[in-house]
């Protein structure tokens, strides 16, 4: 299992907010990334609905944000720019009502990114399906994930 070191994950996290601006203004904080990828949005102003809790949209993307990262840090993606990740289907199940922060948890195994990179070498794309927990700051899960990634060869 590989973490990365906490000065990898500052410039992880201010390469999003140069690509994807969005997580900046959402203040989405990358905790850990590797194996184990967990990532924070904040519970205020900006961030809540119309009944306080944590927008339906910023679960999803705070989600989706950790299991791109799983699959783009630790298989042939990171090494090699000639393939584009994208996600391909989100399914999220909202449980309850995310009254503080959330954090979203993706854990991708070894034997998953041997099989991205089986399938990358073989074919020259591959998908894979990875789920993500969303739990408030009491350790309650109030969201779960399912996401289809896709990468290939950029043409």
């Known amino acids: 299992m590989t973490q990365l070191k906490q000065e990898t994950l500052e410039k992880l996290q201010a390469s999003l907010y140069r690509q994807l601006p969005l997580y900046e203004h959402v203040g989405l904080t990358v905790l850990e990334a590797g194996n184990r990828n967990r990532f ?23 989600a989706e944000a ?13 090494k090699n720019s000639e393939y584009f990740l994208v996600v391909k289907q ?22 998953q990114i041997a099989a991205i990179d089986r399938g990358l070498a073989a ?6 399906i990875l789920n993500c927990e969303i ?15 896709y990468a290939s060869k950029q043409r």
């Open 40 to 62: 924070r949005v904040p519970l205020n102003e900006r961030n809540k609905n119309h009944f306080g809790s944590v927008h339906a949209a910023l679960q999803w993307a705070v």
């Open 66 to 78: 950790a299991g791109g990262i799983a699959g783009a840090t630790l298989t042939a993606l990171n």
């Open 90 to 111: 989100v399914t999220i199940d909202f449980l309850k009502p995310a009254m503080t922060d959330v954090d979203a948890l993706v854990i991708i195994t070894d034997q």
């Open 123 to 128: 074919h020259g794309k591959v998908e894979w």
């Open 135 to 149: 739990k408030n700051t009491r350790d309650e899960v109030v969201a779960r994930t399912t996401a289809t990634y």
